[in-house]
């Protein structure tokens, strides 16, 4: 147990998701190193690290520590002493007042047998940080205000190009990781890559009895970024050219968990339920919880993905991985923004392939706001053709549709489309 004493800190999206909601208990969950102890440590007062082993056998042999401890208490990594769940549930019915406890965890529902909590305990999900919590330029778009339907201006100018958006897939949406200088940078993705495999698995109860097919699945899944690539697919090109595939349970086992450990985060199909649209696809989009990851399983760097390396992508317009990734990028800033606005993200795409739109934020009552990702300056008759589909089918259902570039200017084109540079692009 330690006392949390305050430090600088650059406030998160996820910050005022949190004052606003002030439960009495807040599990704040996500993959590691994104950040969640340090956003939880802004409002401790106490504070137990159970990641070191001392203080899980200290807390394990005397659980009711926690809850007597000087409030709020944050519990770090709570899943190395699950039975403290249901001590907190139980100090909340017990009337604990706001933000009294916070849960940070790197693993979902990691054992069986722990009440949900449903009502006491709140949970939020945090991510890597998103474009407009880096600190690389200041949005004048927002997606809360698209949200409303009353089709505001777009205006903005950014100075950012490809090249910065480049450097930001590389660099990574983990705040530790992308203050190092490049090459340790790399060298920490390749550690959280390796740690993932070697640790993490086991503790989210896998035992990983081939490493290295672990690995190789996870560059396939990486090689199928931003596409709905079926799971025989991903199976098949993680042992090209061997006739003795994994079993299927194997590479389930492998996917499960990489979800429970929060590192692939597929989006899902939108499915409306609505006559003019029943052609769609139900297939989800792959994506690791940071495009970086993606980069590293498959060895390329800044330079590699201008010059147009990695696998061919049939998700993005231009062909390349770079667009897949910087598709990857918008998703998980898009996710950022959506979940600050009580929204939720999905994407588009007929059976056949002829209709496809990046990503669909959906409010509660089932209006949407449409999303398409363009690895270009500039926007054409052909770019938006898609989202003028969408607005055909769903009329005023679709509240804005927009096309995130790697342009300078925001500004809404004469057919209402809006064209935004994704640093532009904000909560």
């Keep these: 147990m330690s006392e949390v004493s305050p430090r600088e800190y650059r406030r998160r999206i996820v910050d005022c998701e949190i004052d606003e909601l002030a439960p009495p208990a807040l599990a704040l969950e996500g993959a590691k190193a994104v950040g969640k102890s340090a956003t939880a440590a802004q409002r401790a007062r106490t504070t137990f690290e159970l990641d070191r082993s001392e203080v899980a056998a200290i807390v394990r042999a005397q659980p009711d520590r926690v809850v007597d401890a000087s409030r709020p208490v944050l519990i770090d990594e709570w899943q190395r002493v699950p039975e403290l769940w249901d001590r907190v549930r139980r100090a909340v019915d017990a009337g604990a007042e706001p933000m009294s406890f916070i849960l940070t965890g790197s693993v979902l529902e990691p054992v069986t047998g722990v009440h949900s909590g449903a009502g006491r305990i709140i949970r939020v999900r945090m991510r890597p940080l998103s474009l407009a919590e880096r600190g690389i330029e200041t949005p004048t778009v927002s997606l809360l205000t698209m949200l409303t339907g009353t089709r505001p201006s777009i205006n903005g100018r950014t100075r950012l190009a490809l090249q910065n958006y480049v450097d930001e897939i590389v660099r990574s949406g983990f705040p530790a990781i992308r203050e190092a200088a490049p090459r340790l940078q790399r060298a920490q993705l390749d550690g959280y890559i390796d740690r993932v495999i070697d640790m993490d698995f086991l503790e989210a109860g896998h035992s990983v009895r081939n490493p290295a097919a672990l690995r190789r699945w996870m560059n396939a899944y990486a090689a199928a970024s931003s596409t709905t690539a079926s799971f025989d697919t991903l199976r098949a090109a993680a042992t090209p050219g061997d006739a003795d595939k994994p079993a299927k349970v194997t590479t389930q086992a492998y ?57 061919r992508s049939e998700a993005s317009a231009s062909g390349t991985f770079l667009g897949a990734l910087f598709e990857s990028l918008l998703t998980l800033s898009v996710r950022v923004y959506a979940q600050a606005a009580e929204a939720s993200v999905s994407h588009l795409r007929t059976h056949r392939g002829l209709q496809e739109v990046d990503l669909i934020v ?24 898609h989202l003028i589909w969408l607005r055909e089918r769903v009329g005023e259902r679709l509240l804005d549709a927009a096309v995130i570039t790697t342009g300078t200017e925001a500004y809404r084109r004469p057919d209402g489309i809006a064209v935004i540079p994704a640093a532009l692009l904000g909560p």
């Design 362 to 385: 959906k409010r509660s009552d089932g209006k949407v706001v449409a999303l398409e990702t363009k690895l270009a300056a500039t926007v054409s008759d052909a770019d938006v053709r």
């Design 255 to 311: 996917r499960d968990t990489l979800e429970r450990l929060w590192i692939v985060e597929p989006l899902p199909a939108w499915l409306p339920t609505t006559n003019h649209l029943r052609e769609l696809g139900a297939a989800p989009k792959h994506h690791l919880v940071d495009p970086a990851l993606a980069a590293r399983l498959l060895g390329l760097d800044a330079g590699g993905l201008l010059d147009g390396l990695g696998p």
